[in-house]
C-alpha cells in the first residue's frame, strides 16, 4: 500500500475519531439537560402541591365548617320510602363561614364536602375555565390549580348541570383524591354517596348516581338542555354510563351536579354525577 493511500486512512480514522468524541459529548449534554429538566419539572410538582396543602391548612384554621342538624326542603317528598332517598335526606348539613373564605377570595362561590376523600375546598369561579388550572385560591401562579366551578353555571340559580373541576394530583390533592370513587372499597359505603355543597345563600346535598370514566368530551359537562327530552336523553346516557353498584333514580326535574377530573395524560375523566335532595336556605 502506498504511503499516500497510509496516510489518507490515518486522516480519515482521525476524524472518525473526532465524530465519535464529539457525538459522544452532545449525547452526554443531552441526556443531562433532560435530567436537570426532569429534576426541576420534579421540584416544581413538589413546590406546587405542598403551597396548595399550606392554603387548605390555613383555610381550615380559620374557616369554621359545622354540622348543622336543621331540616331542609326534601326535593322528592313522594319517593318510595324504602328508597335511599331519604337515607340521604336524613344527613345533617354542612354550615361554613363564607366571611373569611370571600375576603381572601371575592371568586368563592360554595364549599364542597365528600366522605373519605380529600374533596373538602372552598369553590372558586371566574369568567372562564382557564385561570384556576393554573393558579391557586391566593391566586398565585401555581399548576395544581384549585377546585373551580364552570364558567357558564350561577350558583345563585341551579342550572341543569352545575359542573366543578378539579387537577387529578397524584399527592392527592384538589381531585386527586376522586379516584377513590372507582374502588370497590369506597362504593361499598353507602356513606360515600353523598356530596355536600354549601353557598353564602343555601346548603345542599347531593346523591351520587353515576361514577364513571370517558375520554375527553363536551357532553357530560353540558349545563342546559333545549328541551325537556333532550335532557331525558343525557340523564339516560349518564346513568348507562355509570360503574357503581347503585340505582339512584333521576329525572328531568333534578338538578345535577357534576365533579370532573382527569384519569390519564390522554384525556381521559373521571366524573361523578349526583342530584340534588336536599337544600336549607341560610
Known sequence: MSKKKVKIKKRIKKKKKKISLLTFWILIIFFLDIMIFSIFKIYSWYQDNQ????????IKDEVKVKKNDNEGEILEPNTD?????????????????FNSLL???????????????????PVVQTNNNDYYLNHAFDKTRNDAGWVFMDYR?????????????????LDKTVFGSLKYALTKNWQSNKDNYAIWL???KENMIFQIFSIYTIKSEGYYITTS???PNAKQQWLDTMKQRNVAPIDTPV????????????????????????????????
Open 51 to 58: 403551597k396548595i396543602k399550606k392554603i387548605n391548612h390555613d
Open 81 to 97: 320510602k324504602e328508597s335511599d332517598y331519604w337515607y340521604y335526606v336524613g344527613l345533617p348539613f354542612y354550615e361554613v363561614d
Open 103 to 121: 375576603a381572601k377570595n371575592k371568586d368563592t362561590v360554595a364549599y364542597i364536602h365528600m366522605k373519605n376523600t380529600n374533596i373538602n375546598y
Open 153 to 169: 353555571n350561577n350558583i345563585n340559580s341551579l342550572s341543569d348541570n352545575t359542573v366543578i373541576y378539579g387537577h387529578g394530583r
Open 198 to 200: 354549601s353557598t353564602p
Open 225 to 227: 338542555f333545549s328541551s
Open 251 to 282: 329525572n328531568i326535574n333534578n338538578n345535577i351536579l357534576t365533579l370532573s377530573t382527569c384519569q390519564n395524560n390522554e384525556g381521559g375523566r373521571i366524573v361523578v354525577q349526583a342530584k340534588l335532595v336536599k337544600r336549607q336556605q341560610r
